[in-house]
């Protein structure tokens, strides 16, 4: 057995005990690869090249260490670890709601994601799942699907930048910026916003919220088109794509390989269509495949998938819009022991309980304001028990594996954070690839490392 990501020669009891050499790989093992690499170099020109944590084309801080003979790769190692966070633990040590100022910290590049995995399976070990109001589940759509376009674009542009193509990357957030500057009035934040909460959302859409998103919706289309004229035809982009990065579906399947990169393969397996939630299958849209199994393939079906977004964003806004006339629609669940942020308003010290709320559990009501109290400091109790709700991600199936004791604190809440399982790829893509392949292939799989050490 020979463990991948390797670094160094191990000892004499392991080798014992394994057929090869095995590796293993830390922080401080620089002078091990040299070392192991100069015996395995003594009958060939093979050289070892660190490559990161620091390089701007490892997507954040991702070690690869490469081995090299002339400019082809004949063995990657990456190396994790340098933006671990403690998420996971800390998560342990507040009340679920507190939860979602940490799980939304994870993968940064798609933070509502995070927020919606682990919301979703705390609200069905709550058992209220079929309670959510259906105004909160279409602000949760129209959020989602605005966050998987700033992902995909939060890919795309990078990439064209890694290749030379500073054009594409200022396209990219061009329109990147728009969103972000949407989900800003809409959440009062650009990233990490804590704001899908369990039981609904934390507030209602501000006023003009849906007229920005629709003027919004009237650019993009152009700047799609936009960008595609850019990169679909480009020769260059072509020649440093096509048929780089080979990875089939059998692969996929051996690797937990999901999202944009099994979707290549030809598979239109899709959780918003394949198991629906957040009445995704009341929506319009379709599930983008390519067959070619390489970096052009992933990127054609990342920005197909932003057409196909705009489609059910504009669909929600119009449902939503739809909804305008209803009398005391509520965005967070009735029940006042679960159901926390109360009704907020903007005041002249900022976000806070509206004037009635306060004026209700000040001066009518005692239990209302021992509930709210409790509410707040204490949190509302989980009954014991586990779950796992997996939703379609920007990047692949994303989850959190939530355990519940009975109390007011999550007892584990673990992420199954796509990028994680896809670095596992990284040796299939790269491996007998030339050099200067090894950075598109790293952005086809368009990892995220704060969802990766988290």
């Known amino acids: 057995m020979t463990t991948p990501h390797v670094t160094g020669a191990a000892t004499a009891a392991d080798e014992d005990a394994a057929e090869g050499r095995v590796y293993d790989v830390a922080g401080e093992d620089w002078d ?3 070392t192991a690499g100069d015996e395995d170099r003594s009958d060939n020109e093979q050289i070892v090249v660190n490559m990161g944590p620091q390089h701007p084309s490892t997507h954040g801080v991702l070690r690869l260490v490469l081995t090299l003979e002339g400019e082809t790769v004949t063995d990657v190692r990456a190396s994790i670890g340098y933006l671990h966070t403690g998420i996971e633990k800390n998560m342990e040590y507040r009340t679920w709601t507190q939860g979602t100022t940490f799980i939304t910290r994870a993968d940064y590049l798609m933070p509502l994601y995070n927020e919606m995995a682990y919301v979703l399976s705390t609200e069905r070990l709550l058992g209220i799942e079929d309670k959510i ?3 909160a589940q279409l602000i949760r759509v129209l959020l989602l699907e605005l966050q998987r376009i700033t992902s995909h674009l939060g890919g795309i542009g990078p990439f064209g930048m890694e290749l030379g193509a500073t054009t594409i ?7 990147r910026e728009e969103i972000l500057d949407l989900f800003e009035l809409i959440t009062g934040l650009r990233m990490n916003h804590a704001f899908i909460r369990p039981g609904g959302v934390a507030q209602d859409l501000p006023p003009g919220g849906l007229e920005k998103v629709r003027e919004f919706l009237r650019k993009a289309p152009s700047r799609v088109r936009d960008l595609r004229k850019l990169i679909d035809a480009n020769p260059v982009f072509s020649a440093r794509t096509k048929g780089v990065a080979y990875m089939d579906l059998e692969g996929c399947m051996a690797l937990g390989v999901t999202g944009p990169m099994l979707r290549a393969t030809g598979l239109p397996w899709d959780l918003r269509k394949s198991r629906p939630y957040l009445g995704y299958e009341t929506f319009d849209f379709d599930v983008i495949t390519e067959s070619s199994c390489d970096t052009y393939g ?4 990342r920005v197909r998938e932003i057409e196909e977004s705009l489609k059910i964003v504009e669909q929600a806004v119009d449902r939503l819009a739809d909804r305008s006339g209803v009398k005391d629609d509520p965005w967070m669940v009735s029940d006042a022991k679960i159901g926390w942020p ?5 005041g002249p010290d900022g976000m806070g309980p509206s004037p009635e709320h306060i004026a209700h559990i000040m001066g009518q009501s005692m239990e209302a304001l021992i509930h709210h109290f409790k509410l707040v400091t204490e949190g509302f109790r989980v009954p014991a028990g586990q779950a796992y709700v997996p939703i379609e991600s920007p990047k692949g199936e994303l989850a ?3 355990v519940s004791d009975g109390g007011t604190r999550p007892y584990r809440a673990h992420l199954r954070d796509p990028s994680f399982h896809h670095m596992q790829a990284v040796s299939v893509l790269c491996e007998g690839g030339n050099l200067a392949d090894v950075i598109p292939a ?7 490392i704060g969802g990766v050490d988290r």
Do not use: N, Q, T
Request: charged share 20%.
């Open 133 to 135: 109001p259906e105004r």
């Open 342 to 346: 109360a009704r907020l308003s903007l």
């Open 298 to 301: 992933r990127y054609m079906v």
């Open 32 to 34: 091990k690869i040299i």
């Open 442 to 448: 790293i952005a086809s799989i368009d990892p995220v």
């Open 169 to 175: 990357f200022l396209h990219g957030l061009r329109m």
């Open 400 to 402: 959190c594996h939530v």
